[in-house]
């Protein structure tokens, strides 16, 4: 399967703790996207990365979040002192620069903040 | 503010029937117009696109129309199929930009 993979699939966690999640993109893709989910609503735009350059993050991307990619292939996203607000699907993407508006997405994380 | 809007949340269609599924925007610096179709448990899978240079694309069952004056788009499946029960989300995207904008989603019940 050549598609984007994300892991874990579903993580559980305690309020406080910090939390890692990663995204292996479509192999050929130099542009990776972060979206966080909630229920009942699409996707939202965390942050992005052309090859290991973060290029834009949005005001969701709190200080407790950092996403790094540091070799341009694939990406952890962190979450330090997890609050349950946190809890939602962390959903990655990935496209070329050239198609970037048809981005591939993963099967998302589920992160639940008991 | 939301900026893509899917005003139903559910829509429940006999097989073989037409499915028309809406969405609104606000944003008039939108350019770019997709649908996704996601299914429980996997990430949403694009389906089909638009450029805000046309005003209806087709593939295969699937046709999506843009009316730019109305802020209105629409994706039509015919004939449906009870495997295109799923949610669907459409998105858009500005000029050069980096990121989409999702609706809400509207979830389709194909009835056998």
């Known amino acids: 399967d050549t598609g984007v993979s994300q892991d874990p699939r579903h993580k559980i966690t305690k309020r406080g703790q910090n939390v890692t999640f990663r995204c292996d993109p479509i192999?050929?893709?130099?542009?990776l996207y972060w979206y966080r989910q909630t229920l009942g609503q699409g996707p939202e735009f965390l942050t992005y990365f052309q090859n290991e350059a973060q290029l834009e993050k949005s005001r969701l991307l709190s200080d407790r979040f950092s996403a790094e990619r540091p070799k341009g292939s694939f990406s952890t996203l962190e979450i330090q002192r997890t609050e349950q607000g946190d809890s939602a699907m962390y959903l990655c993407a990935s496209s070329l620069i050239l198609s970037y508006n048809e981005q591939f997405f993963g099967p998302g994380t589920r992160l639940t903040v008991l | 503010d939301q900026q893509v809007k899917q005003n139903s949340p559910s829509l429940s269609v006999q097989e073989g029937r037409i499915s028309i599924l809406n969405c609104d925007y606000t944003n008039s610096m939108f350019d770019y117009f997709l649908w996704y179709k996601k299914y429980p448990a996997e990430g949403p899978t694009f389906l089909i696109s638009?450029?805000?240079?046309?005003d209806k694309n087709e593939d295969g069952r699937f046709t999506v129309f843009l009316n730019k004056s109305a802020k209105h788009l629409s994706l039509h499946i015919v004939p449906s199929q009870p495997g295109d029960s799923a949610v669907y989300f459409c998105a858009a995207s500005v000029v050069d930009g980096n990121k989409l904008v999702f609706g809400a989603g509207t979830i389709l019940r194909v009835k056998s």
């Open positions: 638009i450029s805000s240079i046309k």
């Open positions: 192999s050929e893709h130099n542009r």
